[in-house]
């Protein structure tokens, strides 16, 4: 009687992160110069409704001008989101390759969680969670690290003050337009912090995964030697 099949047993090969950590890096910095640049755009949208009156022309140089600023931020944020899926993607493999325990969900589901509703108001952050543990281990009472706390904290509220600022605001008047202003001013301070910290973040895990790397591939040469 033949025996059934061993199951097989799925395996991760490593590759070296630093290249899309660097690129994930350069991409959140254009976000950061993104979010920046609209902020000083609505300050000064912000002035213009204060005044109490402007020019036709003022109005339409300024919607312009805010409508430029909008789509240079959207087309980094597109960039960067496809960096940091695929550096998730990596970077779970790789934690795969080293031994990691406690990884609950597949590289691919990882990349794919940031942009599935609903997925992505959770599992990003139990997926980086789970990448910070291994990579800094703590003893199991220490709770989350405050760092992945306040990134996921800032990128949730940036998406629901992203939200409620397109979809609810309105500007009919003078007013309603220094309040519009001032929402999306802190919205946008709110996306700044979650991709400030995320940078670090990206940068530290990276980091770490390249000198466990480094040891392993020194370990076994000393090993092959002696």
């Not at 496809?82 to 390759?97: F, K, L, Q, T």
């Not at 952050?125 to 904290?153: C, D, I, Y």
């Not at 939200?163 to 700044?192: E, H, M, P």
């Amino acid at each position: 009687m033949t025996p059934p099949p061993l199951p097989k047993i799925k395996t991760y090969a490593y590759e070296d992160i630093r290249g899309s950590a660097a690129m994930t890096r350069i991409f959140l910095g254009l976000c950061t110069l993104g979010n920046l640049a609209l902020i000083f755009t609505t300050a000064l949208q912000w002035r213009l409704f204060a005044r109490g009156a402007f020019t036709e022309a003022e109005g339409d140089a300024n919607d312009h001008i805010m409508e430029v600023a909008v789509y240079i931020r959207l087309a980094f944020y597109i960039l960067a989101g496809v960096s940091v899926m695929y550096w998730s993607y990596r970077a779970h493999v790789n934690a795969r390759s080293q031994g990691a325990l406690g990884l609950t969900t597949e590289p691919g589901i990882v990349a794919c969680s940031y942009i599935i509703p609903f997925v992505n108001l959770w599992v990003p952050f139990q997926s980086m969670r789970e990448l910070w543990k291994h990579s800094f281990p703590a003893p199991a009472n220490q709770g989350t690290p405050p760092l992945l706390v306040l990134w996921w904290t800032s990128w949730l509220l940036s998406l629901f003050l992203g939200n409620f600022v397109t979809k609810f605001i309105r500007v009919t008047d003078l007013r309603s337009g220094i309040y519009a202003s001032q929402a999306q001013i802190v919205w946008l301070l709110c996306s700044l912090a979650s991709g400030v910290l995320l940078y670090v973040i990206v940068t530290r895990i990276s980091a770490d995964q390249a000198e466990r790397r480094r040891q392993a591939v020194v370990a076994s040469a000393e090993a092959r030697v002696g």
